[in-house]
Nanobody
Framework: QVTLVESGGGSVQAGGSLRLSCVAS????????LGWFRQAPGKEREGVAS????????HYADSVKGRFTISQDGAKNTLYLEMNSLKPEDTAMYYC?????????????????????WGQGTQVTVSS
């Protein structure tokens, strides 16, 4: 059973930073694609960033490029999302997701239907 547990959310002022973590268990870490998604109230879930665990490629949504960084620690089976220069429009519930397959494609890896497993989410609130 694949399990994903996010943490690190909170409330910050605009311009601040947060680092989200996602601890994964229940599968061979090196063979998956992992992604961060977010969903604001009344809006659709959107892909934020993705990374392959064994092939070294990453993808970002245009709205976060240059501000967010996805990284991972294979030894700890942990995925991170470093978020800098936060804006009020970044306010959302952030979710970690895992997929048994992986393609080097932003359109594929930032689409929520590409993923099989999801965490429970962690709330990020950015005030102006």
């Amino acid at each position: 059973q694949v399990t994903l547990v996010e943490s690190g959310g909170g409330s910050v002022q605009a311009g601040g930073s947060l680092r989200l973590s996602c601890v994964a268990s229940g599968y061979t870490y090196s063979s998956y694609c992992l992604g961060w998604f977010r969903q604001a109230p009344g809006k659709e879930r959107e892909g934020v960033a993705s990374a392959s665990t064994g092939r070294g490629y990453t993808h970002y949504a245009d709205s976060v490029k240059g501000r967010f960084t996805i990284s991972q620690d294979g030894a700890k089976n942990t995925l991170y999302l470093e978020m800098n220069s936060l804006k009020p429009e970044d306010t959302a519930m952030y979710y970690c997701a895992a997929s048994r397959t992986c393609y080097d494609s932003a359109s594929w890896s930032l689409r929520d239907t590409s993923y099989n497993y999801w965490g429970q989410g962690t709330q990020v609130t950015v005030s102006s």
